[in-house]
């Protein structure tokens, strides 16, 4: 998953940068609006984190421009102009969470990943799809037979995307642009790679191959 941050505290970005990293996001980052706001619509994220109190253009005129172009990628803002109207004035221009400076950063994954469920259309705090379940805390998959396996970053990322996303059918470069940060872009065969350990965990028919296309999750069994 693609976490933009655009954040101007560069003490607050080197300390956020191996948290969220660690809690399997592809971290993009930016230090003022002008190239938040450029980023956010280029990159396509999944999740932004939106600082209001940017140099060069504010986070709320950022994100009223988003959503006036029709970008609805989900935003958590994050600053320390915490009053209650900044707060509807964050909510009223488009954001999807709001949190104050000073905070938890337990609190910030946590509603990170309620902001993620959410979009997704998934109301459970459990990933899960033909009896395969995403435990992201730990960064565990357990299988339909109860076998427990720990994943890699990045084989954690792309089970996380699909299971997301279950009905889509992904291309080779879209999963890329999902789980790789854009400076470490890998050659998109090299996700048939994580693609085929999947299915090692979970079994060939767990990934449908779409010719053509990409890859999709077999259709949800019944029962």
Same mark, same amino acid.
């Given at each position: 998953? &693609? !976490? ?22 592809? !971290? ?31 986070? !709320? ?10 970008? @609805?990628?989900? $935003?958590? $803002? ?22 104050? &400076? ?60 699909? !299971? ?21 872009? @890998?050659?998109?065969? $090299?996700?048939? $790679?994580?693609?085929? @350990? ?26």
């Amino acid at each position: 998953m &693609k !976490l933009l941050l655009i954040e101007d505290d560069q003490q607050l970005t080197s300390a956020l940068q191996p948290l969220l990293r660690d809690a399997g996001y592809a !971290l993009e980052i930016a230090d003022n609006g002008i190239d938040g706001e450029f980023l956010g619509n280029e990159l396509q994220p999944d999740l932004i984190i939106l600082d209001l109190g940017l140099p060069g253009k504010s986070g !709320l005129d950022v994100l009223r421009s988003w959503r006036a172009s029709g970008n @609805r990628t989900p $935003v958590l $803002v994050l600053t320390a102009r915490d009053a209650w109207h900044e707060r509807v004035d964050g909510l009223k221009a488009g954001a999807d969470d709001y949190l104050g &400076k000073p905070f938890h950063t337990a609190e910030l994954l946590a509603r990170l990943e309620a902001i993620g469920r959410r979009q997704s259309g998934n109301a459970s705090n459990e990933l899960s799809w033909n009896g395969v379940r995403l435990d992201s805390e730990r960064q565990q998959a357990h299988t339909p037979d109860g076998r427990v396996i720990d994943l890699t970053g990045i084989e954690f990322r792309l089970l996380r995307y699909l !299971l997301q996303h279950p009905r889509d059918v992904h291309s080779k470069t879209r999963l890329s642009e999902h789980v790789y940060e854009e400076d470490l872009q @890998r050659d998109s065969n $090299v996700m048939e $790679v994580y693609i085929n @350990r999947l299915r090692q965990y979970f079994g060939k028919d767990f990934i449908h191959t779409r010719r053509g296309q990409g890859y999709q999750l077999a259709a949800e069994q019944s029962g």
